[in-house]
Structure formats: structure tokens, C-alpha cells
């Protein structure tokens, strides 16, 4: 049962960073960002379900093996997902970034005309 959870649960959240991705949200950084929702996920349900424990209860070795798993995988869908989506172009927010590269607080969001979604 606790393979069927975790197998579950990668599948569902793989089609949540492919999401990202396709919404342009691509690179290390939001692998990260991933990571951390990967191990948010997982540490609802184990302990809504009372199969788990807080990490703060458990002993370092298992806490460093367990973010270690999930920061590898976060990494890995992240790189799929990334190389899948980067075939598709760019999506709405490198589209959006791309209008002025770097940090700008006057761009604006891009005219619907030149949107990639309908």
C-alpha cells in the first residue's frame, strides 16, 4: 500500500510540474519549488492518514534519505517535464520575460493578440 501512495502520488504531481513547465515555469529553480511541493504532498497525506509522523519526530538519517529521494525526483520531472515542453516553444511567461529581459516593474502583461492561449 505505502508503494501505491508513493507511486500515486509521483504520477499525480509529475502532471503538476509538466503544468509548469508548459506554462513556462522551467529550470532549477522551479524544480525546487516542486521539491518543496513534493514533500508538502507527501507529508499531508502520511500524516492525515496517520501513516506518518512531522518530520520533526524523526531521526536524521531517515529525514536526510527521505528529502533526498524527493529533492532526486522533483529534479529528474523537472528535467522531463522541462525537455517535453521546451518542444512546444515558449510558454505564456518566458513569452512575458522575453519582452524585456531582467527585473522591470513597468512590463506590462502582453497584449491578447500575442498570447499563446486563445
Given at each position: ?27 532549477p ?27 520533526q ?26 525537455s ?35
Amino acid at each position: 500500500m505505502n508503494w501505491t501512495m508513493h507511486y500515486g502520488q509521483a504520477a499525480v504531481l509529475g502532471i503538476l510540474r509538466s503544468v509548469m513547465a508548459h506554462a513556462g515555469l522551467r529550470g532549477p529553480l522551479s524544480s525546487a519549488k516542486f521539491a518543496v511541493v513534493r514533500l508538502t504532498n507527501d507529508q499531508i497525506l502520511e500524516n492525515a492518514t496517520g501513516v506518518g509522523a512531522p518530520p520533526q519526530t524523526w531521526l536524521r538519517k531517515e529525514l536526510l534519505v527521505d528529502v533526498l529521494h524527493k529533492t532526486v525526483y522533483a529534479f529528474v520531472t523537472g528535467a522531463v517535464a522541462d525537455s517535453l515542453a521546451a518542444r512546444t516553444g515558449l510558454g505564456p511567461g518566458e513569452s512575458h520575460a522575453a519582452v524585456r529581459p531582467g527585473r522591470h516593474a513597468d512590463v506590462g502583461p502582453l497584449p491578447r493578440k500575442e498570447s499563446p492561449l486563445p
